[in-house]
């Protein structure tokens, strides 16, 4: 991965934040994923780098009824600054009373907005990648979050998709709109909401996107497919975009953000820890996890999940590989990772795709959803779910 034909490339991303100008430098952001970005996941990420750590996405509804596990999804780990969130909701009052309640009770310095989320229970209510389709409910929501966040200086950021499928693409007009009404920036995962995480993100759509949006000066934040410090070197390089959004590609490795930075700094660093660094890697995030959660129960059931990506690529006997998988304790975990020998990472398996490779399927919509993309509609308030 080692980069000897790249220079710096990216200037450091503006966040106006109301204590100051924040440069985010290089401009390297930690994507939300459900269930993976809580605190100990940010903490662990951006001790390696990451300029921006942004929390699972929560309902804007689930805020501002306060609903206890929204809340702590949004309490920010040791030293966490800045504070980001992101926000999703079809509603313009509900995102504004959440935004209002964000910055009065000072929750967060920065907004994110979820207009990307492919899956069912969110697009069916007309959120997520589905509503930027509904071009004055879209405009709407993003003008009431802004509004709410101005007297706070709390920026706000829209992260979308494509469109919904290939003949609805709405991200040109969707961006230019909320460029207009005052975002600090436009996050594009390049796939529409059809192809959920399946086959390869089209990075001309980025390009497309960030020549599009020069005249009002607004940021684009490129994502998909970045696996690799070199990823975003040629992210950058054929797209022009001003910063990177890394999700997947960090499950198992948040050291793939020191990575992501010598990259874009044009050195030729690359981080490739052996299986007892790694080892060491999983147990402190356990304990991260455990002490977040309160409970060791709870704790170690959460940690399930990162062990195959964290393991992806080393020998790892089958026994032990099963045992991690089902693990209930802090003391078992050591017991079980004391056992593996040491060995270097395997960069050929584990510099690859991981996480969710879901098959494209025809979004689920709400009754005449696609009917008139400037037709008002009423929507169901969305479920007052903690992330999506």
Not at 90 to 113: F, Q, S, Y
Not at 253 to 263: E, K, N
Not at 349 to 371: A, E, F, M, Q, Y
Request: charged share 25%; with cysteine.
């Amino acid at each position: 991965m080692a980069c000897t034909t790249f220079t710096r490339l990216l200037k450091p991303l503006l966040l106006p934040l109301a204590s100051g100008d924040h440069y985010i430098d290089p401009p390297v952001v930690l994507a939300p994923m459900a269930g993976i970005t809580n605190a100990p996941f940010r903490t662990l990420c951006r001790e390696q780098g990451a300029g921006l750590f942004v929390s699972e996405m929560v309902t804007a509804r689930a805020l501002i009824e306060r609903r206890p596990e929204t809340l702590r999804m949004i309490v920010p780990g040791k030293g966490e600054w800045p504070r980001s969130v992101q926000l999703y909701s079809v509603d313009p009052t509900t995102m504004r009373a959440a935004v209002t309640m964000i910055g009065k009770e000072n929750l967060a310095d920065h907004i994110d907005m979820n207009f990307g989320c492919p899956v069912p229970k969110v697009t069916r209510k007309g959120g997520g990648a589905a509503l930027p389709y509904k071009r004055k409910l879209f405009s709407n929501i993003v003008q009431a979050a802004v509004d709410a966040a101005k007297p706070f200086g709390i920026p706000v950021t829209v992260k979308m998709r494509i469109g919904i499928d290939s003949d609805h693409h709405t991200y040109l007009e969707a961006a230019q709109s909320a460029a207009d009404l005052g975002v600090a920036w436009v996050a594009l995962h390049a796939r529409t909401a059809a192809q959920m995480y399946e086959g390869k993100s089209d990075w001309s759509a980025i390009t497309r996107l960030v020549e599009h949006l020069k005249p009002s000066g607004t940021p684009v934040l490129g994502n998909g497919d970045i696996w690799s410090g070199r990823d975003a070197v040629h992210m950058v390089a054929e797209t022009g975009c001003a910063g990177v959004v890394v999700g997947r590609g960090c499950l198992g490795r948040p050291w793939l953000f020191a990575d992501l930075v010598s990259a874009l700094q044009g050195t030729e660093t690359e981080v490739t820890p052996s299986l007892h660094q790694v080892r060491e890697v999983m147990f402190r995030h356990a304990n991260l996890i455990v002490e977040y959660l309160e409970s060791q129960d709870r704790g170690m059931r959460d940690m399930r999940k990162h062990m195959a990506w964290y393991l992806k690529g080393f020998r790892v006997p089958r026994e032990i590989r099963h045992d991690l998988g089902m693990v209930s304790s802090l003391e078992e975990m050591r017991r079980l990772l004391d056992q593996l020998e040491d060995q270097p990472y395997p960069t050929e398996v584990g510099d690859k795709p991981r996480g969710r490779t879901s098959h494209s399927r025809p979004p689920t919509l709400p009754d005449g959803w696609l009917n008139d993309p400037d037709e008002l509609v009423h929507v169901e308030l969305e479920d007052a779910f903690s992330g999506g």
